[in-house]
């Protein structure tokens, strides 16, 4: 499966949008970005997945670059509750999944 | 749907006991995993289950001995604990593996003194 690089950490302001950034540039045409997110030790949680098109959900958007390399994952209005650390994953059908380092994400009233 | 339980939450053993840390789903998952991980550190796969009858290693599967005789458990033994294994174990399921969301249990918090 594609290594991913994230930044280590972030802050973001209540209320306004986080955009946290993924680069996969090894990812292959058949595998997927996932996002997951870790609450202080919780069990991690599902956010999104994509293949190439644009994701949206309740939670959250996710934005694939057009070359699939990179990926952003968009917070629309951040609230303390989304402190976290999350996790960009890049992974095929039948794979395992695999946890890098994550970016921890502060938000700050 | 309770979803993916985890017990026991917190145990405390001494270096050399055994013990198993129980996971049940009820979403009737075929694919089911443990995972551990340590303080400031990713999740780690341990082993893995692709369905009853059929199990496999992760990436530190060392220590840990799994079964799944069912499609609902998924018990992590560990057979002689040591010092290196305090950390906390989460077990996960998925529909099926590599198709979709991948559910967590709460954890198990596991400290060997």
């Known amino acids: 499966d594609a290594k991913t690089t994230q930044p280590p950490s972030m802050d973001c302001a209540e209320g306004r949008a986080a955009n946290l950034p993924c680069n996969h540039s090894?990812?292959?045409?058949?595998?997927?970005v996932y996002w997951y997110r870790q609450i202080h030790s919780q069990g991690p949680q599902y956010i999104i997945h994509?293949?190439?098109n644009n994701e949206t959900n309740e939670m959250a958007s996710l934005i694939i670059t057009e070359d699939r390399k990179s990926s952003t994952l968009i917070l629309p209005h951040a609230t303390l509750r989304d402190t976290a650390v999350y996790y960009c994953?890049?992974?095929?059908?039948?794979?395992?999944?695999?946890f890098g380092a994550g970016t921890t994400v502060t938000v700050r009233a | 749907n309770a979803g993916v339980t985890q017990t026991p939450k917190f145990q405390v053993l001494k270096t050399g006991q055994s013990m198993t840390l129980q996971c049940a789903q009820d979403?009737?998952?075929?694919?089911m995993s443990w995972y551990r991980q340590d303080p400031g550190m990713g999740l780690r796969l341990i082993h893995y289950?692709?369905?009853?009858?059929?199990?496999d290693q992760g990436e530190v599967p060392n220590g840990y001995n799994v079964s799944r005789s069912t499609t609902e458990d998924f018990p992590l033994r560990l057979l002689s604990a040591a010092p290196s294994q305090t950390s906390v174990y989460f077990c996960?399921?998925?529909?099926?593996?590599?198709?979709?969301?991948?559910?967590f249990g709460e954890g198990s918090r596991l400290t060997v003194l």
């Open positions: 090894t990812i292959s045409g058949n595998e997927y």
């Open positions: 979403m009737n998952h075929e694919y």
């Open positions: 996960a399921s998925e529909l099926e593996q590599g198709f979709g969301e991948l559910f």
């Open positions: 994509g293949l190439k």
């Open positions: 289950s692709v369905g009853a009858g059929i199990t």
């Open positions: 994953i890049v992974r095929g059908h039948g794979r395992k999944l695999s």
